[in-house]
């Protein structure tokens, strides 16, 4: 047996406000829209993943998703220009990554996240 997805799902009553911070600013494409739901998918593929922390690392709580990125700066400028308020970092991490938190429109707390090169 082989788990091919894993979707987080996020429940809300107006499916169409994750464009922007989704679609527009983490620049996934909207792969499919039955009008009760709507999701947004990257290009390309992955290896699906979960985790479970009692923390969010350096002392930060835990985030609801974490989002991996290429091009870090990029996404936080993004952020910076729609007005989002980030509520952690930018921050280097000891494990490796740059990150930043912020909420999504949903009031999820979003960990996007660059592994150092």
């Known amino acids: 047996m082989i788990v091919n997805r894993i979707v987080a799902n996020i429940a809300t009553e107006d499916p169409e406000r994750a464009r922007q911070f989704y679609g527009e600013i983490l620049g996934l494409k909207r792969v499919m829209d ?14 699906p993943q ?15 998703i974490s989002v991996e990125v290429d091009d870090l700066d990029m996404v936080h400028k993004r952020v910076l220009a729609a007005g989002i308020a980030v509520e952690y970092g930018p921050a280097e991490e000891d494990w490796g990554v740059r990150r930043f938190f912020v909420r999504d429109p949903f009031g999820k707390l979003v960990n996007i996240l660059a592994h150092r090169r």
């Open 34 to 47: 039955h009008g009760w739901i709507v999701t947004y998918a990257a290009e390309g593929n992955s290896a």
């Open 50 to 64: 979960v985790s479970f922390a009692r923390q969010g690392g350096a002392g930060a709580p835990v985030p609801d």
